[in-house]
């Protein structure tokens, strides 16, 4: 991409995020006001104040929501539509489905004890290569994708034993392991590029035109239904 279309989509993040704080921001304080008001406020008008209240707690509890259906239109009319089309809306999906993976297990971490794996990311990275490796010298796609998840349960194993039994806390426990296996998956691959060229693996995990999901619909393409 060009420096200016660099800059644009730089410009356009540092607007959303502003966007967002501000929001966050007046919503607080609108319900705090709201608060104030309630406690000094006579019987003629604590009922508005109370269904404003509620207003405000509403709005403060989608603010994230709501910006995202904001941005999601914005880009919608600056891209004339194109982003809405079924294909953009596929791939974004697909190139983003290990993302929705980690983010449920994210998700138990911060459910049950409010924690969070700063590891994820590396441990997929490491996994990945060693499955990426074995692929490449030939080992079947089935092998490789369970000895990936092998070494994922490994860890998560290891990492929950050290938070659980030998009280390491949580935060410093995956930060260790975020640098430790960020730095293996540099020595297994040598600190090269390893490409996947699995027919078979490319077809269930890579998405396109020749995934495994079918294309009920027909056509040449989904963006012509």
């Not at 356009?12 to 502003?18: E, G, K, Q, R």
């Not at 921001?25 to 508005?48: I, Q």
């Not at 209240?53 to 004339?80: C, D, G, H, P, Y």
């Not at 390893?194 to 078979?200: G, I, K």
């Amino acid at each position: 991409p060009s420096a200016g279309t660099v800059l644009d989509a730089g410009f356009y993040v540092f607007l959303t995020l502003a966007v967002v704080g501000v929001v966050l921001a007046l919503t607080k304080v609108l319900t705090a006001k709201g608060n104030e008001e309630s406690t000094v406020s006579g019987n003629g008008t604590a009922n508005n104040v109370a269904v404003n209240t509620k207003v405000m707690n509403w709005l403060q509890k989608n603010t994230m929501t709501l910006i995202l259906v904001l941005v999601f239109a914005f880009f919608a009319w600056r891209t004339e539509g194109k982003i809405l089309m079924p294909n953009n809306i596929s791939n974004l999906i697909a190139q983003n489905a290990y993302v929705f993976i980690l983010a449920t297990g994210m998700l138990l971490c911060i459910l049950t004890g409010g924690n969070i794996d700063l590891a994820v990311g590396s441990v997929v990275c490491f996994s990945g290569a060693v499955g990426a490796l074995m692929m490449a010298n030939g080992t079947n796609m089935w092998v490789a994708v369970a000895v990936m998840l092998g070494i994922g349960l490994a860890v998560g194993a290891f990492q929950a034993f050290c938070i659980a039994y030998i009280k390491v806390p949580p935060f410093i426990t995956t930060l260790a392991g975020q640098l430790v296996f960020r730095g293996l998956s540099n020595v297994v691959l040598g600190g090269k590029t390893c490409t996947v060229s699995n027919e078979q693996f490319l077809k269930v995990f890579g998405g396109g035109a020749e995934c495994y999901v079918p294309d009920f619909f027909g056509g040449d393409g989904m963006d012509g239904i």
